[in-house]
């Protein structure tokens, strides 16, 4: 009885597998489905066009293509700036290697601010530093170490658009004793850019929330101006 159940068995394994290697198609005149290598790429359209993306770059296009197709996405005016020349070529230069349209976006020219820093420094060395720190600290007075560029190493007391404001500060901090105590001038005020785009659908501005652009700058709604 077991011999005979087994003789059945494989029997039965053996219809299968010719049945689904379509051995018996010409007999039973049925054909099992198969999806093999060759048919599966001549079936592909355009498989030139397909791209694989970084999972970064891959989820600024999921958001965008969201953005894209929402019937309720709204246009918005976006801005960056105020940029220096520099730092609007290097923007511009960002947007169009990431290939977004840069027709679209217009330069105003509009006034920018000046910039003074009430400042101590520059330090011969970490140990003079940290003498002024401690002393800072030991008055109370509100600080923070300057740890870059041409003011490095040295202590920042404050930061002002007016210059007026600045010298203000200096002379009470004088007057606390804080001597050496002195006003920089960061930016002179003068004339800078902002680049603009007046109507960004919801495509475009997650494209330009997703981009790598220079330090500090970033588009945000676009402010009235006269």
């Known amino acids: 009885m077991l011999r005979a159940v087994a003789l059945l068995l494989l029997a039965a394994n053996v219809l299968f597998f010719a049945f689904t290697h379509g051995w018996l198609a010409d007999v039973t005149g049925l054909k099992q489905s198969t999806e093999r290598e060759?048919?599966?790429?001549?079936?592909?359209v355009r498989p030139e066009a397909i791209r694989v993306l970084k999972p970064v770059a891959a989820s600024q296009a999921l958001a965008a293509s969201a953005a894209a197709s929402s019937p309720q996405a709204a246009l918005t005016c976006l801005e960056a700036g105020p940029l220096d020349k520099v730092a609007l070529a290097t923007t511009q230069r960002a947007l169009s290697q990431a290939g977004l349209p840069t027709d679209r976006f217009d330069t105003l020219d509009v006034d920018m601010p000046g910039a003074w820093l009430v400042y101590i420094g520059r330090y011969a060395d970490r140990s003079a530093l940290e003498r002024r720190v401690a002393d800072l600290e030991r008055r109370s007075i509100k600080f923070d170490v300057v740890t870059e560029g041409e003011l490095h190493p040295g202590?920042?007391?404050?930061?002002?658009?007016?210059?007026?404001?600045?010298?203000?500060?200096?002379?009470?901090?004088v007057q606390q004793g804080?001597?050496?105590?002195?006003?920089?001038?960061?930016?002179?005020?003068?004339?800078?850019?902002v680049l603009?785009?007046?109507?960004?659908d919801g495509a475009l501005a997650a494209q330009l929330k997703g981009l790598d652009l220079p330090s500090g700058v970033a588009f945000t709604a676009c402010v009235a101006r006269p």
């Open 38 to 44: 060759p048919e599966r790429l001549g079936r592909q």
């Open 155 to 173: 202590i920042s007391l404050g930061r002002f658009d007016d210059r007026a404001q600045a010298e203000t500060m200096r002379r009470q901090l």
């Open 178 to 193: 804080i001597k050496s105590a002195r006003v920089v001038t960061l930016r002179t005020p003068g004339r800078a850019q």
């Open 196 to 200: 603009r785009v007046d109507k960004a």
